[in-house]
């Protein structure tokens, strides 16, 4: 089990692969050797894709994630293509041990292509930062970067 101690070494399994991986597919890699041992497991973003079917937070992708989340006892770092109302978000939910979205992070900067989708991707609000049981964890996505007040 991982300990609680703040300030202690932290394993971090970062999750990269090919277009084209359904949710079964990533799955069986965050539950197999993408999660054993982590503290935080990070997918990439919109690692779905960005089409005709944006998902709500509560669809099967973070479900299906928070519940290796609370398995594995890890935090979760999720992105999606995620439709909330009327509202079209690139968003990153970031799911705690107990398998509990603990944050959604918008992106704010949406990059040129998400301007074409229909609806279009809407700016976030802020940055995030998150309180996690190893300490704080900065959420920002792609483009964002390149914006200093992020």
């Given amino acids: 089990m991982p300990a609680t101690e703040i300030g202690r070494p932290v394993r971090v399994a970062s999750i990269s692969f090919a277009n084209g991986k359904t949710l079964e597919d ?8 993408g999660a054993r041992g982590a503290d935080l497991v990070a997918l990439p973003e919109t690692w779905l894709g960005q089409g005709d079917s944006p998902e709500v937070i ?4 973070i479900a299906a994630m928070s519940s ?11 992105p999606i293509d995620r439709i909330d109302g009327e509202r079209r978000l690139n968003s990153s939910v970031v799911i705690d041990r107990s398998g509990n979205v603990k944050a959604v ?8 292509s998400e ?4 609806p279009v991707v809407e700016p976030g ?21 390149n914006f200093p007040g992020v």
């Avoid at 069986?28 to 050797?33: K, L, M, R, T, W």
């Avoid at 509560?58 to 992708?61: S, Y």
């Avoid at 609000?125 to 970067?145: H, K, N, Q, S």
């Fill in 26 to 33: 990533i799955v069986a890699v965050v539950d197999g050797e």
């Fill in 58 to 61: 509560d669809g099967p992708t």
């Fill in 68 to 78: 290796l989340a609370a398995t594995h006892r890890t935090w979760i770092v999720c």
């Fill in 105 to 112: 992070y918008n992106k704010v900067y949406p990059y040129w």
């Fill in 115 to 118: 301007f074409d989708l229909d």
């Fill in 125 to 145: 609000d802020m940055p995030l930062v998150v309180e996690t049981d190893f300490g704080r964890l900065g959420i920002a996505t792609c483009f964002d970067v």
